[in-house]
């Protein structure tokens, strides 16, 4: 699967891990919050495939991450989509109430999350061909790569948070500390290289 299509698959999936949530559990406050939980979840595995895409491919050139290269657009839309659910079950656990959710969320929460929803945003808008030509390369990149930092921050906040209170989001912190790590730690160029020399073929061979 290549393209667009995957953002479809990814809607379809998210959709109905929510549906089963709130099927099982029951759409009230337990089922919602537990729906939350798990379009966190969903949410952080599409932003670190598109967050370590390419930092894989330096390192591992391959298939699989020639695949994640191509379509790391869609995995950052599909995150988006996701986590647009995430919103939609905030405004349910509140009674698609304004005044209730100000008054559930602290100010700092509502800063910092209205910051994190507005990079979605904006990244999102600036993920087609279009739309990224318009704002040109530099300004591109600039907006993707400081709203991927700050997304891992507000997930790193959260996840961090609870991975010192419980081994359960242990998993969850690994996977966030590696994605950064394997984007800061030096990829292992020379290693790489050597595959393709003539040489090591004709030794393989
Ligand atoms: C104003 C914006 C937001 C609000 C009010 C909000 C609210 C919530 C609520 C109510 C929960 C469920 C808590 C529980 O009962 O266990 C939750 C979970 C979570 N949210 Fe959000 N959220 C917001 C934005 C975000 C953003 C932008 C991110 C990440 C980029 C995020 C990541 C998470 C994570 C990681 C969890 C915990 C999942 C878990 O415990 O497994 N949230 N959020």
């Known amino acids: 699967m290549n393209g667009w299509p995957i953002v479809g698959w990814a809607t379809f999936a998210v959709a109905a891990v929510v549906a089963a949530v709130l099927g099982i559990v029951g759409a009230g406050e337990p089922g919602i919050r537990m729906a939350l939980r798990a379009t966190a979840r969903t949410s952080l595995a599409f932003f670190a495939l598109a967050f370590v895409a390419s930092a894989l491919r330096r390192r591992w050139p391959s298939d699989a991450t020639a695949w994640l290269m191509r379509n790391r ?22 009674g698609w109430s304004w005044a209730a959710f100000r ?18 945003a904006l990244m999102t808008v600036t993920s087609f061909d279009v739309t990224a030509a ?24 959260n996840y961090f948070a609870q991975a010192a209170r419980s081994v359960f989001y242990w998993p969850y ?5 590696s994605a950064m790590a394997l984007r800061w730690l030096p990829a ?15 030794v393989r061979s």
């Open 173 to 177: 912190a690994a996977v966030l500390a």
């Open 188 to 202: 292992p160029r020379a290693a790489g290289a050597r595959v393709d020399l003539p040489r090591s073929r004709a």
């Open 134 to 157: 318009w704002l040109g390369p530099r300004a591109w990149r600039l907006l993707h790569v400081a709203g991927a930092y700050y997304l891992w921050i507000i997930f790193a906040q």
């Open 73 to 94: 657009r869609q995995l950052g839309v599909s995150f988006a989509v996701s986590h647009f659910v995430h919103l939609l079950l905030i405004f349910a656990l509140v």
């Open 103 to 120: 008054a559930a969320t602290p100010t700092e929460t509502r800063v910092m999350g209205g910051l994190a929803y507005g990079f979605i």
